[in-house]
Each structure stands twice: as C-alpha cells, then as structure tokens.
C-alpha cells in the first residue's frame, strides 16, 4: 500500500506548498477558527499544522491515515454537492508515505488525546499524547524517502515562496480564521481572525495599498449566480497576471473560461499587454460545478460554462463602465 500511496502522492503532493495546502484544508472542514502554522526550511525539514478544529478521536487515527478514507462523503450524492475542501481521503496517506508523519488529536468532548506515527508509510501504533482539542499534523524531511522527488525540491527561499502565495490566496477567502505562521523558529506572518469586517483590511495587506486604493467593491446577483469581490480600476494594472485571485465557492480556481470573461470586461479599457488586477468570489449551487476534476482541485468544470462566462463578463463590464461615465 505505501508504493499507491507514493503514486498518489506524485500525483498530489508536489511541493511543500501542496502539504501545507491539504493539511490547512483538512483544518478548515474541522472547522478550525485558528491555524498555526511552523516551517522549517521551507517546509522541507518540518510542517507543523496545528489546529483548533473539532479533532480525531482515538479511534479513528488510523482510519485518517488509511487510504480512501474520508469522512466527509457517505454517498455519491455527497459528492456531486461538495461542500468541503477534501473528499478523496487521499492527502493524508499520501502525505505520510513520502516523509516522516505524525497526526495527534483531541476530539471535541472527549478527554483523551492520541498520537499515531508513520515513518515512510510505515504505520505505527495510536499511543496516548497530551493535546488540547483540535489536530497537530507533524510533517518532517518531506521526500526523504523518493530521493527522484527530492531532487526536484528549490531553495528555501522559493519554497517558502510558494507557502506564502498559497497562504495569501487563502487569507483573502477566509477573513473569519486567524493565521499565524512561522519560519525557522520566527514568527513571520500573522493574518488575525476578527470577521467580515477585516477582508478589506487583508485585501490591503495582501495585495498593497496602491490595489486597496484603485479599487471597485462588486457584488451583483443573477440566475442563481452571486459575483462579489474587488477588481482594481483599468489604471491599477500590471505587467505580470501576478494579482489575479479567482474563488468558486470558496475554493480558489483556475479557470480559462472565466479568466477570458475578466479579460474580456476590460479589452476597452486596459493598454495591450496589461493585466487587470482581481479578487473575485464566484458563488453557485455545488451542483452546477464539478470540483472533482483534478487531484489537486484547481480546477473546476461547470455544468453552463458559457452561462457563467456571460454573466461574469456582463458584471464586471457594467462596472467598468461606470468608472468611465
Ligand atoms: P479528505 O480531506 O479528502 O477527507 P484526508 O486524507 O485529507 O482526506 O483526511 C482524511 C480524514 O482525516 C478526513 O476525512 C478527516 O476525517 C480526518 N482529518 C484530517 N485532518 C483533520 C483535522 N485537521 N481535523 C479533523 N479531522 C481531520
Ligand atoms: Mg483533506
């Protein structure tokens, strides 16, 4: 089972970036309200995620670990309305073959805290660990055992890089859970949980004040569709697609088809070769979109693209042609 679940792991776990993506992920369907979050390296010599969730019990430990367990889909009508980050229960195990892994977890209500080890996919037994309620997801020497995959790990710098892109992209989706992150034993970034308010002040702190300050608020509903967000004003635009974050149902995506919509509201407007600048929330009946199209979740595929692609593009048109009246 360790070698599936190294096959897995390829397809899933590229990077430590992609560890700290599914083990924040996993915090989050636990309903985590703060996340810490300690590197070492870049990632590659320690993950350490810790959350204050509803925790594991005892006696699911191994169970979390074990492939194609997951506990969040009972039934195939579960999955086509995901509502959760995961759902293939693979991130875990496949996390767990490639480096040295340890889960330890308090459930809600119960007074027992465990701790299960996996060195390399080899898994240890569930041993009794003191934790507050909430989960510890310890990750050391990622790759230590796929020497073709550890290979391919850059410097720390860009590793860590990667890290805090994925940490941004998440920061401006969930305003209401507090991060903190840190690097080689220093605290290096802290995004505080204060609610709804504070998504424009983590739209500054991520994307720079001059962003903050050129910037259109839009929020505008039609056909079962829900557009809101921010995009930067025809003059706020750049050389690189480097401020272009795009949500469906709160999971960040990549998608042409909408990316074209974006491009398209702005041809008029922006000199050839920019690029406009986004935040942008896309919010539809976990029926109408496919998120189980790749193992990573990148990417989506929607029930009427061309739908969506009009009404994103009718949006934020409209808006942009207010700024010119
Ligand atoms: P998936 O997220 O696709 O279900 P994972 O391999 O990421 O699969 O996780 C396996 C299972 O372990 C989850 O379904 C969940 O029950 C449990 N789990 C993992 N991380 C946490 C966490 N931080 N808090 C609570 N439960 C967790
Ligand atoms: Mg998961």
Sequence with gaps: ???????AAGEVIERPASVVKELVENALDAGARRIDIDLEEGGVRLIRIRDDGKGIDAGELPLAVSRHATSKIASLDDLEGVAT??????????????????????????????????????????????????????????FFNVPARRKFLKAERTELGHIEEWLRQLALARPDVELRVSHNGKPSRRW?????????????????????????????????????????????????????????NGRAVRDRSISHAIKQAYADVLFHGRQPAYVLFLELDPRRVDVNVHPAKHEVRFRDARLIHDFVYRTLQDALAHTRA
């Design 85 to 142: 980050l995961g759902f293939r229960g693979e991130a875990l195990p496949s996390i767990a073959s490639v480096s040295r892994f340890a889960l330890t977890s308090r459930r809600q209500g119960t007074e027992q805290a465990a701790s299960l080890d996996v060195d390399g996919g080899r898994v240890g037994d569930v041993m009794p660990r003191p934790h507050p309620q909430g989960t510890t997801v310890e990750v050391r020497d990622l």
């Design 1 to 7: 089972d360790t070698l599936i679940n190294q096959i």
């Design 192 to 248: 505080k949980g204060e609610g709804d308010l504070l998504s424009e002040v983590r739209l500054h702190e991520a994307l720079g004040e001059e962003f903050a300050r050129n910037v259109l608020r839009i929020d505008h509903a039609g056909a079962g569709l829900r557009l809101h967000g921010w995009i930067a004003q025809p003059a706020y635009n750049r050389a690189s697609a480097d401020q272009q974050y795009l949500y469906v």
